[in-house]
């Protein structure tokens, strides 16, 4: 993925347009080496000429404006529903207990150099042991409901329901769900997040193979008959994007194969077809019955043209959202992949004089029966990017990021207080809910994942970066609703920190600070705990004064749990003192007194 560290095109005043153009000629390394000053003066011109003509053109324009004063006070609709999130690999532990098979990143994070640091989620928040203390802690924060995962191969170790269900791993589930249901919080439950069963990646390559259709319609069939009386919220797939290309392609995920051009596509499709598959199990079979909602989660980045007056930038930006939302939203709500997608895969192959495109292609009967396929679309979102045109030759070696023939750009004043790749940048998260209005008919939308992470460095629970993310990422959720998109639901990503795939523990994207220091893994709110549950509390933000002081008020409790958490290692000493070096004195102390004993009765007699 190449990002380009500019400026990008569109400022607020003056300065920052003469800064933007600065910054655009010095980059232009593509310019032969004896182009004029005079040439370049002119090309500087008139890109300031269009970025003022940009300004002041559209009053489109004013939404991207992210400043204090467009903020939006209003609260949401009645029952809107509050959560946050996780998913079983990265939050329970327990790789190896009560009969559960390996998954794909039980084998890949064996692998050395392929996870940050080498770390595992063999343990990681012991989420499998601490269930109850998690639910406690959503009780606290008056949630709605819970966005978790179920682990394929704790329930079927092999994959295969013909082979052998565990029990212990279903009644784990239960149990889970049970308590949420006590608690009055509604579980929403994801049937894939990542964590394919091993056997089936070596026995089938796995999605790379059109049997998992099959087996993940077992599974899914599975979770219906068992818990399907108590869930109502199901999601076949998160974020296959993430499956697809970096299982598939980069092969920095799991299963980590490097099918450059084409395993990310095949993976996709067997991918979409399981999803469709599984809609219409739960349709035919358990809708009627159970009377629930079956959707999928999609994750996708907004994509920005650079320059919103060339034709090129902006067929770009709309191409860096067809490949990435478009490739698994448009044959879920039309029946076949984004026209773009096969045409631009289409020429590629063609140029490389292949014989058919590397883009999967749907037969009518497919089409017609994975169109519509969803009860609802799960949005997971977190940043924005700016895109532009380039033109990527083609030769040998293709891949999915050169078919889309456009480069990605970030500005560099956006925050970024963790991951590398995210940057905070709240107005795309609303033009990204406007795209899912307009191309796929309006459909009902639950946000399955937002947030902001930080490095695993830092301990400060008073995470005032990580308040100022939800609350204008949410604040643009708002305007959205009033645009007209039918937002249900937040899902804040995520509850704990935790195990963050190929980066290991090195960013923490929990509202609950986990010490992963500490063998008991316990866990500390940040302030955005509390700041969360003001928004949770008043279903928004009702007015600017109030809305101030939960700032102050999140911040004031936060540094309670900061002497706590900074008198952890200490607790734990005293730990270590009374589980290991008392009793072991004592031992050592009763010994040398039977000893002793021993000597003197003998003396005696
Ligand atoms: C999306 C993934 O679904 C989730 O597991 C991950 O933690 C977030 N992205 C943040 O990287």
Known sequence: MELLFWGHMVQWNVENLLEASARFVWCDCSSPLHVTMFLRVVRALCCWLVLLACVSASEDFDWTKNDQGSFYYGTFPTGFSWGAGSSAYQTEGAWNVDGKG????????????????????????????????????????????YRFSIS????????????????????????????LLDSKITPV????????????EEKFGGWQNVSMVYYFNDFANLCFERF?????????????WSVAVEGY????????????????????????KAH?????????????KQKGLIGISLSADWGEPVDITDQRDIEAAERYVQFYLGWFATPVFNGDYPQVMKEYVGRKSAQQGLGASRLPVFSSQEKSYIKGTCDFLGVGHFTTRYITQKNYPSGPVSSYFTDRDLVELVDP???????????????????????????YGNPMIYVTENGVSEKMTCTDLCDEWRMQFFKDYINQMLKALKD?????????????????????????????????????????PKASVHYYKRIISSNGFPNQREVDSWRRKALESCSSSNQLLAADPLIRHMEMVTEIVVPTVCTLCILLSAIFLMFLLRGRF
Not at 189 to 200: E, F
Not at 276 to 288: L, M
Request: proline share 4%; net charge positive; glycine share 8%.
């Open 249 to 272: 392609e980069t092969g920095e995920h799991a299963p980590g194969l490097k099918l450059r051009g084409t395993g990310a596509y095949r993976a996709a499709h067997h991918i979409i």
């Open 484 to 524: 007209g998109v039918k937002v249900k639901g937040y899902t804040a990503w995520s509850l704990l920190d935790k195990f963050e795939w190929d980066e290991g523990y090195s960013e923490r994207f929990g509202l609950y600070y986990v010490d992963f220091r500490n063998k008991n893994k316990p866990r500390y």
């Open 189 to 200: 439950v994801t049937l894939y997040h990542w964590d394919l069963p091993q056997m089936l």
């Open 102 to 145: 390996m998954s794909i990143w039980d084998t890949f994070t064996r692998k050395k150099g392929k996870i940050l640091l080498n770390d595992t989620g063999d343990s990681s928040c012991e989420g499998y042991y601490k269930f109850k203390d998690d639910v406690t802690m959503m009780k606290d924060m008056k949630l709605n409901h």
């Open 276 to 288: 469709a598959k599984v809609w219409h199990t739960y349709d035919t079979q358990w809708r009627s």
């Open 413 to 439: 004043r956006w925050p970024d207080p963790g991951s590398e790749w995210l940057y905070s940048v709240p107005w795309g998260f609303r033009r990204l809910l406007n795209f899912v209005k307009t191309q």
């Open 228 to 240: 399907g009386n108590r869930v109502k919220y199901w999601i076949t797939f998160n974020n296959p």
């Open 152 to 179: 394929w191969p704790r329930i079927l170790p092999s994959g295969l329901k013909a082979d052998h269900i565990n029990e212990k791993g279903i009644k784990y589930y239960d149990e889970l769900i049970n308590m």
